[in-house]
């Protein structure tokens, strides 16, 4: 017996800790308590790579739904995925171009965004709160911004993971797409842990920046010379104002404020750009000539000065285009850091303090690889997310459909031999995340030897070759049953084909770069537009054109693998392949009796606490039975 006057209390307080550390840690997600470094359930299950996955959105009014997606409103659905089921999730369209694009088309193939807190607080897929499902429009090849992400992710980014999925939409197939974690607060916690900084997506409101991210896009706005679709903007032109040549009397920098500093573009050649310039031959170009300054003049960017990354001065209403977009609650102490950070950057000091160096070096390495102008380094300025934590800044991948050059219509040569020290059409004087690294030899000399590491992982070990040969084997099957696709099979297969060259060309032409060498590589009969282009697939995608109004979810929704045993696992193992028998959302599994029961919202390192907690409690019972006896 004890002869402890105090077990009483110890033993009381012990059951009391117990149970209020079970309480805390079984809310612990909803409280931020993410301890870090620490994994997240999502990334194993949803986004393994050697399988595509299966969603499937359940729906009323699914038609109306697809008629109204360009005002990017959310509506509730029930989702499926790889058998698991969860109701009440919200729904809607994403995208910049491609949103506008789809819908000049005629297309229903949209992008979306599931969100899935957006009715139930805390809810999740896993501790994963956004996902977006890329409709792979402009991309023959179905995988550029797979391919990026990959490595990116694999050369030490904080980049987005990502896997393929086939989508049905209430029991029919809608097609093939790329699930791409959103990077909000489950990136935030996966990679920052519970101390996670601030996030934002500098974007120019006139250029589909804000949190509808493309309300209000036009692709008449942003210089191309294209139409809502793509197209020229000019129809009587008997294709001679083929995408990417202004059109007709247009006139550089009318009505645009947010094009460059001082609030205009430079005017190319005069005010009106009424031919192609001498030596402007299409035939050169892949069959799409060049921009106006292509020719020789080189303008600064359309996008504006805080979306360059530029010090401005000590005013947060100077920088709307960044703290208008913020994707964390952000405070004047954090806006009073963040532009101290830029104003190191723009003056080159103090960079140790400002920037998480390494990893924005390997971002530009990969970056300026895979020549990519629909970005920060392009001329819209964007597409691309700002971390900053305790005063210093990193940059997030996003969006790389229009990478391998293909944004612009270059000519394979150009896009091959571009420059990896000075990737920017007019110059990077302008884009001070990227001028530092040219400000001082060191930083230069840092990034030359990861890109040497890079070309050495990712090329020379022909791992990159490789990673595109098994993505199309894997893709293959869903590419041919997709429905909506914005390519033919033919075009897919010329596709990868020419991505495989690419990368081989450009790793050959960016190790000569390393070495000094200035001879050009060789091209030969590449054709960027081969992988898909701002103009690609236009006229063609869709999906299923009725909707069933089913109401709720299908009587079930697991599907039947060829051996009848069901999903295989949380991760969907034995799902089989489009074409195969049974390859159906109403298979043998059976749903979830309630959705509410589905997995979701409760991490693994909740349900370790809670054994803590259990251990502790069953303590401080046995003091207790201790004493008494």
Same mark, same amino acid.
């Given at each position: 017996?004890?002869?402890?006057?105090?077990?009483d209390?110890?033993?009381m307080a @012990? #059951?009391?800790?117990?149970l209020?550390l079970?309480l805390l840690?079984?809310?612990?997600?909803?409280?931020?308590?993410?301890a870090?470094?620490q !994994?997240?359930?999502y =990334?194993?299950?949803l986004f393994?790579t050697?399988?595509?996955h299966r #969603?499937d959105?359940v729906?009323?009014?699914w038609?109306t739904f697809?008629?109204?997606c360009?005002?990017?409103?959310?509506s509730?659905c029930s989702v499926?995925i790889?058998g698991?089921?969860?109701k009440?999730?919200?729904i809607?369209?994403?995208?910049?171009?491609?949103l506008?694009?789809?819908? @000049?088309?005629?297309s229903?193939?949209y992008s979306?965004?599931?969100?899935f807190?957006r009715y139930?607080?805390?809810?999740?897929?896993?501790?994963l709160d956004?996902?977006c499902?890329?409709?792979?429009i402009q991309?023959?090849?179905?995988?550029?911004?797979?391919?990026?992400?990959?490595?990116?992710?694999?050369?030490g $980014?904080e980049?987005? &993971?990502c896997?393929?999925?086939?989508? +049905?939409v209430?029991?029919?197939?809608?097609g093939l797409?790329?699930?791409?974690?959103g990077?909000?607060?489950?990136?935030?916690?996966?990679?920052?842990?519970?101390d996670?900084?601030?996030l934002y997506?500098?974007d120019?409101t006139?250029?589909?920046?804000?949190r509808?991210?493309?309300?209000g896009?036009?692709m008449?706005d942003?210089g191309?010379?294209?139409?809502? @679709?793509?197209?020229?903007?000019d129809?009587?032109?008997?294709?001679q104002n @083929?995408p990417?040549?202004?059109?007709?009397?247009?006139?550089?920098?009318?009505e645009r404020?947010d094009?460059?500093p001082?609030?205009?573009a430079?005017?190319?050649d005069g005010?009106?750009?009424?031919?192609?310039p001498?030596?402007?031959?299409?035939a050169q170009?892949d069959?799409m000539p060049q921009?106006?300054w292509?020719?020789?003049?080189?303008p600064g960017?359309?996008?504006?000065d805080? $979306?360059?990354?530029?010090?401005?001065d000590g005013?947060?209403?100077s920088?709307p285009?960044i703290?208008?977009?913020?994707?964390t609650?952000?405070?004047?102490?954090?806006?009073?850091r963040l532009?101290?950070a830029?104003?190191?950057?723009s003056?080159? +000091?103090?960079l140790e303090?400002t920037?998480?160096?390494?990893?924005?070096?390997r971002y530009?390495?990969v970056?300026n690889? *895979?020549?990519?102008g629909?970005?920060?380094t392009?001329?819209m300025?964007?597409?691309?997310y700002?971390h900053?934590?305790d005063?210093? &800044?990193?940059? #997030?991948?996003?969006?790389?459909? &229009?990478?391998?050059?293909?944004?612009?219509?270059?000519s394979?040569?150009s896009?091959?031999?571009a420059?990896i020290?000075d990737?920017?059409?007019?110059g990077y004087?302008?884009?001070?995340?990227?001028?530092w690294?040219f400000?001082d030899?060191?930083?230069? =000399?840092?990034?030359?030897?990861?890109?040497r !590491?890079?070309? =050495?992982?990712?090329l020379d070990?022909?791992?990159l070759?490789?990673?595109?040969?098994a993505?199309?084997?894997? #893709?293959?099957?869903? *590419?041919?049953?997709?429905p909506g696709k914005?390519?033919t *099979?033919?075009?897919?297969?010329?596709?990868?084909?020419?991505?495989t060259?690419?990368v081989?060309?450009? !790793?050959q032409a960016?190790?000569?770069q390393?070495?000094?060498d200035a001879?050009?590589v060789?091209?030969?009969?590449?054709k960027?537009?081969d992988?898909g282009?701002?103009?690609?697939g236009m006229?063609?995608?869709?999906?299923p054109?009725?909707?069933?109004?089913?109401g709720?979810?299908?009587?079930?929704?697991r599907g039947?693998p060829p051996?009848?045993?069901?999903?295989?696992g !949380?991760?969907?193992?034995n799902?089989?392949?489009?074409?195969e =028998?049974?390859f159906?959302?109403?298979?043998?599994g059976?749903?979830?009796?309630?959705?509410e029961?589905a997995?979701?919202?409760?991490?693994a390192?909740?349900?370790?606490?809670l054994?803590?907690?259990?251990?502790v409690?069953?303590a401080?019972?046995?003091?207790a039975?201790?004493k008494?006896f």
């Amino acid at each position: 017996m004890s002869t402890s006057k105090h077990m009483d209390r110890i033993c009381m307080a @012990a #059951i009391a800790a117990a149970l209020a550390l079970t309480l805390l840690f079984m809310n612990g997600a909803g409280l931020g308590l993410v301890a870090s470094g620490q !994994a997240m359930g999502y =990334e194993s299950r949803l986004f393994t790579t050697d399988q595509v996955h299966r #969603i499937d959105i359940v729906m009323n009014g699914w038609d109306t739904f697809i008629a109204a997606c360009e005002n990017e409103e959310y509506s509730a659905c029930s989702v499926v995925i790889d058998g698991e089921s969860y109701k009440n999730v919200g729904i809607r369209a994403k995208g910049n171009t491609s949103l506008s694009s789809v819908s @000049a088309m005629g297309s229903r193939r949209y992008s979306f965004k599931l969100e899935f807190d957006r009715y139930e607080k805390g809810k999740s897929y896993y501790g994963l709160d956004k996902l977006c499902l890329n409709n792979l429009i402009q991309d023959n090849t179905m995988m550029k911004d797979y391919l990026v992400y990959q490595m990116m992710g694999g050369f030490g $980014v904080e980049a987005p &993971l990502c896997s393929f999925v086939y989508i +049905t939409v209430n029991g029919e197939d809608w097609g093939l797409y790329l699930a791409v974690e959103g990077v909000e607060d489950g990136f935030l916690r996966r990679n920052y842990g519970s101390d996670e900084g601030e996030l934002y997506k500098p974007d120019s409101t006139g250029f589909g920046g804000g949190r509808g991210n493309g309300r209000g896009f036009r692709m008449e706005d942003v210089g191309l010379g294209l139409d809502g @679709a793509g197209n020229s903007a000019d129809s009587s032109d008997n294709g001679q104002n @083929a995408p990417g040549v202004f059109p007709p009397g247009w006139k550089d920098g009318a009505e645009r404020p947010d094009f460059a500093p001082g609030g205009q573009a430079p005017q190319p050649d005069g005010e009106r750009q009424d031919a192609l310039p001498p030596g402007n031959d299409a035939a050169q170009n892949d069959g799409m000539p060049q921009l106006p300054w292509e020719s020789g003049a080189r303008p600064g960017g359309m996008g504006s000065d805080d $979306v360059k990354l530029q010090y401005i001065d000590g005013d947060p209403e100077s920088y709307p285009n960044i703290f208008g977009n913020a994707k964390t609650d952000v405070s004047s102490a954090d806006q009073q850091r963040l532009i101290g950070a830029l104003k190191n950057l723009s003056s080159c +000091t103090d960079l140790e303090n400002t920037l998480e160096m390494e990893r924005v070096l390997r971002y530009f390495v990969v970056h300026n690889f *895979v020549c990519n102008g629909d970005s920060y380094t392009g001329s819209m300025v964007h597409n691309y997310y700002l971390h900053e934590k305790d005063g210093k &800044l990193s940059m #997030i991948p996003w969006d790389y459909n &229009l990478a391998f050059g293909t944004f612009q219509g270059n000519s394979a040569a150009s896009a091959v031999n571009a420059s990896i020290d000075d990737p920017v059409d007019g110059g990077y004087d302008d884009r001070p995340m990227l001028a530092w690294i040219f400000s001082d030899g060191t930083y230069t =000399e840092q990034y030359h030897a990861l890109f040497r !590491a890079f070309l =050495e992982e990712w090329l020379d070990s022909g791992k990159l070759e490789q990673m595109i040969a098994a993505t199309a084997e894997l #893709i293959r099957p869903y *590419v041919e049953q997709d429905p909506g696709k914005f390519c033919t *099979v033919e075009e897919f297969e010329l596709g990868v084909s020419a991505a495989t060259r690419f990368v081989t060309l450009r !790793a050959q032409a960016v190790s000569r770069q390393l070495e000094g060498d200035a001879q050009a590589v060789d091209t030969g009969d590449l054709k960027l537009s081969d992988m898909g282009s701002m103009s690609s697939g236009m006229g063609r995608g869709g999906g299923p054109a009725t909707d069933q109004e089913t109401g709720d979810l299908p009587p079930d929704n697991r599907g039947t693998p060829p051996d009848g045993t069901g999903m295989g696992g !949380a991760n969907g193992q034995n799902l089989q392949r489009p074409g195969e =028998e049974g390859f159906s959302p109403q298979g043998a599994g059976g749903a979830p009796e309630s959705l509410e029961t589905a997995p979701g919202g409760t991490g693994a390192s909740a349900w370790v606490w809670l054994g803590v907690s259990v251990l502790v409690l069953a303590a401080g019972l046995v003091l207790a039975v201790k004493k008494k006896f």
